[in-house]
DNA sequence: GTCTGTGCAAATTGTTTGCACGCAA
DNA sequence: TTGCGTGCAAACAATTTGCACAGAC
């Protein structure tokens, strides 16, 4: 990370407890997994430097669960698939996320695209395997 | 809609409006739509009635703009391109919008994908047409 | 010493819910 | 008449913010 502000210990922790992470964490999650570590550690701090990191573009918001925001510190362009019955958000790594044709409409309209934030809806193995059906999309 | 439920008016207005609307509106956004028609209307009623469309299938919720949940009447199969700038939602109708590579990949891990979901974030025509610099991708 | 980062708690904001009443069946 | 739908306001939950102090430079 290039911390373009004053450096700071807690920033930093939050930034790798995030790149350590695989299992896009919520600002709650970074929170209890820091506090042991950092006692007097607050959500607002946590918060705070996840928002100046996301606007830094060293952080990105990949999803939205239950009404938390998610993050993740690999901003490697690649999708992610949300699960729709345990909230679970995996990483779906790989070069061309959206297809020829999409990419060919969004050129003919001159949208831009961020091609590192697609995202998908759908169920994640283990619930697919336990069973869980399919929510309600045809 | 199929009434599931014992028919209401509002509920009805609620739903004809997300149906004539291509914006995506929020569920206060319905309200301040309906509230001229409806001066009794309450946004707990527009909230409610959202909620129990989206769990009956006709209704979905394509995105978060904002803190805000967006929604659409529409449940044909299409992707949406969020703009990074305005929170516009835009429609993006297309056979296929993921790539050979990712559905692939979904295969593979067995993954289920609901095909109304997909989105993108990027631009919209206008905010790029205005000169918006695209935000911190590369 | 200066100025940014932080803890804490209060404020804000989108959404949900309890309750009494209204309206569709 | 029965019971779901609604208005209203209070409750909730995620996030933001004001303020005084701590820590980096």
Same mark, same amino acid.
């Given at each position: 990370m290039e911390p373009a502000q004053r450096f700071s210990r807690k920033r930093q922790a939050i930034y790798d407890a995030l790149m350590a992470s695989h299992a896009h964490p919520s600002a709650e999650d970074l929170y209890h997994t820091l506090k042991p570590h950092y006692p007097d550690l607050s959500l607002g701090t946590v918060y705070r430097n996840l928002k100046s990191m996301v606007a830094g573009g060293d952080? %990105?918001?990949v999803a939205n669960v239950e009404g938390k925001d998610r993050f993740d510190a690999h901003v490697e362009p690649h999708a992610h698939l949300v699960c729709r019955n345990c909230g679970a958000v995996l990483d779906l790594p790989m070069?061309? %996320?959206?297809?020829e044709e999409c990419a060919r409409i969004a050129e003919e309209r001159g949208l831009s695209i961020d091609p590192r934030s697609l995202r998908l809806f759908g169920l994640c193995i283990s619930c697919k395997d336990r069973g869980f059906p399919d929510p309600i999309w045809q």
């Open positions: 952080v %990105v918001c070069t061309q %996320v959206i297809s």
